[in-house]
């Protein structure tokens, strides 16, 4: 600073004693140059305040879309979770399956304390069971729009395979699809954030008729499909609410462990998924894990209920 003072004083000095009028020196290139100079100052001041207001509003835009503006690990949210009281699974000791229920028993036996339950007859009658195969997912998403990789509402699960989206999927070749012998094995999961798709799926399933007063997100069901021997390793969802889930091929175990903080006080459950058999379970409070059993491929559809 010192410095600087020391030369401007010294070129203040040569000025005065050089006579130069001041207009002569208005012309002066350096001057030219340095009054560039603070209009490029000024002007990248300004692209950066747009810069920044672009990414405040793009930010807000984010936010109303149910976003988030940092990504979080999905583990830190379960890391975070306030613990269970464990009156979801004291004194439960397996996972009843039931036929012909009302609305009015369901809710007061098993949504209310939050037990797992499977319904046998829950989705029997359903068209999909008979019509979703692997063909069936694979013309109807080439049929629609895919484009699942702009919607951040889309989510793929590809567990143990090497595929990075739906697409891939329905790329494989159609022994491995088939779960041919010496083919590589694989189990998919992902959920259907297509209006089209999900209106289309939804003229082969309904919703489950115990659930008579609930709503239910037809854009946002989910399906898991894949072969004997894989399925989702045991975790716990962070998801909005309770989930039910259909089986409507093949056999799948499902695992359910209490959360830790109830280990000494709760069991761990098994139940094998027949089709036409519908699980109900807060996938938020119960630990789960699936296994699909022994023969054909395991489809299922789910969807979260309110
Ligand atoms: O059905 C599966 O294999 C996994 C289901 C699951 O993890 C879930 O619904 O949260």
Redesign the pocket.
């Known amino acids: 600073m010192e410095k600087a003072k020391e030369q401007f004083a010294e070129i203040l000095c040569k000025f005065n004693s050089s006579n130069i009028p001041v207009e002569k020196l208005e012309k002066l290139r350096i001057r030219k140059k340095l009054s560039h100079h603070e209009k490029r100052k000024w002007c990248l001041k300004v692209f950066c305040a747009a810069l920044f207001t672009y990414f405040i509003l793009s930010k807000i835009h984010l936010i109303n879309t149910y976003d988030c503006i940092l990504d979080m690990p999905s583990e830190i949210p379960r890391l975070f979770r306030s613990p269970e009281y464990c009156d979801i699974c004291e004194g439960v000791s397996s996972i009843p399956k039931i036929s012909n229920v009302t609305s009015e028993e369901f809710l007061e036996k098993y949504i209310k304390p939050n037990h797992p339950v499977v319904v046998a007859d829950g989705a029997r009658e359903w068209p999909a069971l008979k019509l979703f195969n692997f063909d069936f997912f694979k013309q109807l998403y080439s049929s629609v729009e895919m484009n699942r990789n702009k919607h951040r509402n889309c989510q793929f ?1 590809p ?1 143990k395979t090497e595929f990075e989206s739906l697409q891939e999927v329905f790329n494989m070749s159609k022994d491995r699809a088939m779960l041919k012998p010496g083919e590589k094995p694989w ?1 998919i ?1 992902w959920n259907n954030c297509n209006d089209e798709a999900g209106r289309y799926l939804k003229k082969f399933y309904d919703k489950p008729y115990f659930f008579s007063g609930m709503v239910e997100n037809i854009a946002l069901s ?1 399906i ?1 499909m ?1 072969g004997p021997g894989h ?2 390793h045991m ?1 716990v ?1 962070n ?1 909005r609410y309770p ?1 039910w ?1 259909a089986q409507l091929k093949g056999r ?1 175990l ?1 695992k359910l462990a209490p959360p830790p903080e109830c280990y000494y006080k709760c069991q761990q459950l098994e139940v094998a998924m027949e089709p036409g058999e519908i699980i109900v379970l807060d ?1 938020n409070r119960w630990y ?3 296994i ?1 059993l022994p023969g054909e491929i ?1 489809i ?1 559809i ?1 969807s979260e209920f309110d």
């Open positions: 699960f567990y189990y999961g989910w898991f894949g399925g989702a975790h969802d998801v989930s889930q799948k499902w996938t789960h894990q699936t699909v395991s299922t789910g």
